[in-house]
Each structure stands twice: as structure tokens, then as C-alpha cells.
């Protein structure tokens, strides 16, 4: 299970830290960390993910503000952004990337509303 | 990066219907190809993965195919509880992407 956690308000040129808590599996295992994100009414947006050992990927159109980190203690990982603006309010999905078959699917947590607004 | 487009974007559909979703890979993918179901104010879930495979507990009504850029989900005898929005999901490489989505509603 994955449980988000953060504000549900950010401030426009503020900073979000999220925060995603895995439990019945380790953050230690061979899944990829990730975050996805869902503007109200719209699309899935990949954000990046993040493997046990701090390798990460970024989406190219995000990757000057994200940060994501891994911590192997808590087995939990977190995503900052940067310089936020009422773009980037959205449903915030962590979610687990799983290798199955050769692909990888995603298993995700319930989501988390943020809304940027002054 | 790799775009992935879905059609169509909204369909009307009665209970009982054959609809088919398309997904288009902006180059091959392999059958790195996922789908996903998702309800309003609730996440996304696996349905089907690796372009045919059913995740367990999936209803056999539901079907996947294709290879390389085009694949396409299939629901034979559509049910209440199948309208929703589905995604297609590219894990072949990053940035992963996903399809659009198309919004089944009734007709």
C-alpha cells in the first residue's frame, strides 16, 4: 500500500514536498518509486521515479524544479517542486512501479489534491 | 520521447456493447503496453498488462492486442460498472507516457 502525504495549499512560487509511505513491501525491492500527476478534468502527467538507490528519472518538462529522494529507513520517498504556479494544481499520485512481464506497471496510492493559490 | 495517442478521446456506449479503445505509440514499443481503469475521484487501476495479459481478478470480457505502435483494448459486452475513463501506459523507456485517456459514458 502507498499513502501521500503533504499540504493540500501551496502558494504560488512556493514549494511542495510530498511525501509517499510504502507499506507491506519494502522500498529496498525492485520496484521503481514514482510520482504521476492528474490536473482536474485532464490526463495522466508522468512526474519521474526514483530507484532504492537514488537513481532517478525525470520528466524532461519538470525535471529543472523536481526533486525526488528515497529513504530506506522510513521506506518512504518524497518529491519537491519547485517555483510552483497555479499549473501545476493537480490530483498528486505516487504510485509503484512493478517489473511484470518485461513491462512495468503501476500500482498507486489514493492521490493527493493540491492546489496552488494565494 | 515517445508520444502515446489514444482514440477516441470520449465514446457513448449502452450496457451490452463491443467498444474498442486505440493507443498509438509515436514509435515501436515493443509490448511494453499497459491499460489502466480509472473511476471518477478514485486512482487509476491495472487492468491489463504486457499488450494482453489480464491482471488477476480482471473480468475475461476485457482484451488487449497489438505490437509495436498500434494496440488496442477491447471490452466485449460492456457492464455498468466498465463506464469509466481508460488509459493506455508506454513503460518502454523515459519518460513514460501515457494515452490521453477515453471516457466511456452511456449513450
Known amino acids: 500500500q502507498l499513502q501521500e502525504s503533504g499540504p493540500g495549499l501551496v502558494k504560488p512560487s512556493g514549494t511542495l514536498s510530498l511525501t509517499c509511505a510504502v507499506s507491506?513491501?519494502?522500498?529496498?525491492?525492485?520496484?521503481?518509486w514514482s510520482w504521476v500527476r492528474q490536473p482536474p478534468g485532464k490526463g495522466l502527467e508522468w512526474i519521474g521515479e526514483i530507484y532504492h538507490s537514488g537513481n532517478a528519472n525525470y520528466n524532461p518538462s519538470l525535471k529543472s524544479r523536481i526533486t525526488m529522494s528515497v529513504d530506506n529507513s522510513k521506506n518512504q520517498f518524497s518529491l519537491n517542486v519547485r517555483s510552483m504556479t497555479v499549473a501545476d494544481t493537480a490530483v498528486y499520485y505516487c504510485?509503484?512501479?512493478?517489473?511484470?512481464?518485461?513491462?512495468?506497471?503501476?500500482?498507486w496510492g489514493q492521490g493527493i489534491l493540491v492546489t496552488v493559490s494565494s | 520521447d515517445i508520444q502515446m495517442t489514444q482514440s477516441p478521446s470520449s465514446l457513448s456506449a449502452s450496457v451490452g456493447d463491443r467498444v474498442t479503445i486505440t493507443c498509438r505509440a509515436s514509435?515501436?514499443?515493443?509490448?511494453?503496453l499497459n491499460w489502466y481503469q480509472q473511476k471518477p475521484g478514485t486512482a487509476p487501476k491495472l487492468l491489463i498488462y504486457a499488450v494482453s495479459t489480464l491482471r488477476t481478478g480482471v473480468p475475461s470480457r476485457f482484451s488487449g492486442s497489438g505490437s509495436g505502435t498500434d494496440f488496442s483494448l477491447t471490452i466485449s459486452g460492456l457492464q455498468p460498472e466498465d463506464f469509466a475513463t481508460y488509459y493506455c501506459h508506454q513503460s518502454y523507456t523515459t519518460p513514460v507516457a501515457f494515452g490521453g485517456g477515453t471516457k466511456i459514458e452511456f449513450k
Open positions: 504510485a509503484s512501479g512493478v517489473p511484470a512481464a518485461g513491462t512495468v506497471v503501476y500500482f
Open positions: 514509435q515501436s514499443i515493443s509490448s511494453y
Open positions: 507491506g513491501d519494502s522500498i529496498s525491492s525492485s520496484n521503481w
